[in-house]
């Protein structure tokens, strides 16, 4: 029974215990292992490629969204120049309108004018053809009057 005991005579003294300790160390690695580490290992195997596909997925649809903004953009952008260019257009057509109407109206009240000057310009002769004779009259009685009272 002495051989399964170390021996008090040296420092390194390798009798059966030493592999007796070492039997027990190697299965208790290998219930540590099997037990405990192995099922926190696949776990964490599959947390990992969960995670890499998510982040590869995200990727690609990150990547085609981008593209796909930039081509929104780009179409946006012409849309944008198009409807300016448009309206540009709108714009001059109706100054080019409004200034045509106005010369329209100016017209039209030109000729009112004309033909309301020309009327009235006979009807002042008229009036005054008519006022002269009464207005000769009242000037010869003032001038007759003055004449008399001085």
Request: with cysteine; aromatic share 10%; glycine share 4%.
């Amino acid at each position: 029974m002495n051989t399964f005991f170390i021996c008090g005579g040296s420092l390194f003294d390798f009798d059966l215990t030493f592999f007796v300790e070492l039997l027990l160390f190697t299965i208790l690695a290998l219930v540590v292992t099997n037990s405990f580490i192995n099922p926190i290992s696949e776990r964490i195997k599959l947390r990992a490629e969960f995670m890499n596909y998510t982040s590869l997925k995200s990727m690609i649809l990150l990547s085609f969204g981008s593209s796909k903004l930039s081509n929104c953009i780009g179409i946006v952008t012409k849309q944008v120049n198009e409807l300016n260019r448009q309206l540009k257009d709108l714009q001059a057509f109706s100054n080019r309108k409004f200034e045509d109407e106005i010369k329209t109206v100016q017209l039209e009240n030109l000729s009112i004018l004309t033909r309301l000057r020309g009327t009235l310009t006979v009807k002042s002769a008229i009036l005054f053809s008519n006022i002269t004779i009464k207005l000769q009259e009242l000037s010869d009685q003032f001038f007759k009057k003055k004449l008399i009272s001085t």
